[in-house]
């Protein structure tokens, strides 16, 4: 649903989106053994965007991933990761993001400031977001996109198993980067 009103009533067009989950991405990676990085995704993610066209610092976005789909290629690490060790998935279904701010905005890069929901901590983060560009489908419907990033610390969201290595160091690495391929349809 998007709303419109006539340029002389002075009132802010804002415009409703809606994440497209099969042209979106949201994935991470995390330091492995302290040499190596292992990536994984989440394909089960949906949201909101609300876009004030004429002063887009003020929009709103709300995204919801359900943790269960969280996918490494590899079978037992995604059930470790389901499992009360990591994302605790029967207890907290969901990782969820909602918009607080824009900060910094210089065309179409700018960092989006909100708050990051995982087992049930909240934390704010900031995401390093480009608008990629927007247009037609070929449906007639109008389409917007976003590649963000961000870096957060799993120890700050309650994700604190780890395993010490013989060697030294620690099996799971505490920063997980984020990077977001989010594709909105207009309505």
């Known amino acids: 649903m998007s709303t419109a009103t006539t340029a002389t009533s002075g009132t802010p067009v804002r415009t409703a989106w809606k994440i497209d989950p099969a042209h979106s991405q949201i ?12 990536k994984g995704r989440f394909s089960g993610v949906d949201g ?10 003020g929009a709103e976005v709300d995204v919801r991933i359900d943790a269960s789909t969280v996918d490494t290629r590899e079978s037992q690490r995604d059930a470790h990761l389901r499992s009360a060790d990591f994302f605790d998935v029967e207890k907290f279904p969901h990782i969820t993001f909602r918009s607080k701010r824009i900060v910094d905005r210089h065309g179409s890069e700018f960092k989006l400031a909100g708050d990051l929901t995982m087992r049930g901590v909240t934390r704010e983060v900031v995401l390093d977001v480009v608008e ?3 247009g037609k489908d070929p449906w007639g419907g109008e389409r917007l996109g976003f590649t963000a990033t961000t870096k957060v610390k799993r120890s700050d969201f309650g994700l604190n198993w780890n395993q010490a290595l013989e060697a030294g160091g620690v099996l799971v690495g505490d920063d997980i980067k984020i990077n977001l391929d989010l594709q909105l349809v207009k309505g």
């Open 132 to 134: 990629e560009g927007r």
């Open 27 to 38: 994935e991470f990676g995390v330091r492995h053994m302290m040499f190596t990085t292992v």
């Open 48 to 57: 909101t965007v609300s876009i004030d066209e004429a002063d887009p610092s």
